[in-house]
């Protein structure tokens, strides 16, 4: 399943007129695969993922998750689909003090309605897929920052989303642990077969990714195409 915006615009009120944050964007992001957004800041990176993530609806244009187009949804059906479909991945953990790590996880399914053995087996299989079994019963205090940011990452995909969309995730790390956090990211989209988008402004990180694209004034061109990435991703530690 994939993620494509078609010639998507969105403007925002300024004064007497419009601004202009994205000015007839295309993308196309394959299952399994990640594109990583660059660009300085106020380009239109965070609309271009707020659209993604069907939080903003465009002006004109349509936005596809996993084949379905979103365009005249309700408010409710969008909200179902976020929950149900598209895992997202905030630049601040902020997760629940009162919880423990594996019931971060578990929290997600229960909002869905799920319950019972299988919502906890899999919370566990994404704990050890991130490297955190021995911390399923720490809470986040507990924990480092990098840690913390793949739990993160964990809950994002408990409900075995077709889209990832993830908000600078390395912006609170160091280079090594942001590292470690991108090549994480990448991994899984390989296992788990979601079309990823990766907004960060760490050019440095940028290896792993599928593709590269720049947002600049609100218009979006390929650094690197798809297919010229040189290799996977280092999990993360």
Known sequence: MSLELN?????????????????SVNLHVPAGRITAVVGPSGSGKSSLLAVAATLVAPDSGRVRVAGGDTTGWTRRALAELRRTRIGIVFQQPNLLPALTVAEQLRVMAHLNGETGRGVRERAAGLLEAVDLTAQADRRPHQLSGGQRQRVNIARALMNAPDVLLVDEPTSALDHERGAAVVGLLTRLTRERGTATVLVTHDRSQLADADEVVEVRDGSLSTTRAAGAASGAGTAAR
Request: charged share 25%; net charge negative; aromatic share 6%.
């Open 7 to 23: 010639d998507v615009t969105l403007t925002y009120p300024d004064g007497t007129g419009r601004l202009t944050a994205l000015d």
